[in-house]
């Protein structure tokens, strides 16, 4: 079952009506590759759809999560931020403590080394988040001080 009507079919569920922001912002959010938070989302849809509330992006964005096709994640910043959830296609993040850019990566390496670490304590891995903190290449080089150049 496609993303789409996974959340039709939740929505029915649950017995709430299938609105056309609803359908606006689900489309929004699935074709981005972004990290949105309710207030990036909320502004990139008001360019296009001045007629659609915070509150509706908001709520909208939780039941995206609550039916399983978006993932919430904390950066620490402060703000949720949500992600399309897709089981094959596991990805870890880089995040710049400075301007907040979020790189997404993948690392077989990575990924293999994790699974001998929980061989060797006898561990089953069920799910888990790589996320490194530092600065971006922009951030870093305007970090630097003019003298140090």
Do not use: W
């Not at 029915?12 to 609803?22: A, E, F, I």
């Not at 399983?68 to 950066?75: H, K, L, M």
């Not at 799910?127 to 600065?135: A, C, N, P, S, V």
């Amino acid at each position: 079952m496609d993303n789409v009507s996974i959340f039709k079919d939740y929505v029915r569920r649950r017995g709430l009506k299938n609105t056309n922001q609803r359908m606006m912002i689900l489309e929004d959010f699935l074709n981005s590759k972004s990290h949105y938070s309710t207030e990036d989302l909320y502004l990139k849809l008001r360019k296009k759809h001045p007629q659609i509330g915070y509150a509706t992006v908001h709520r909208t964005l939780k039941l995206f999560a609550e039916c399983g096709i978006a993932i919430e994640v904390d950066f620490g910043d402060g703000q949720m931020r949500y992600e399309p959830s897709h089981v094959d296609q596991h990805h870890d993040h880089l995040v710049c403590t400075n301007c907040g850019l979020i790189v997404e990566f993948t690392n077989p390496q990575i990924e293999q080394l994790q699974q001998e670490v929980a061989a060797k304590f006898n561990f089953k891995i069920e799910r888990h988040r790589h996320e490194l903190y530092g600065l971006c290449s922009k951030c870093s080089d305007s970090s630097v001080n003019p003298s140090q150049r």
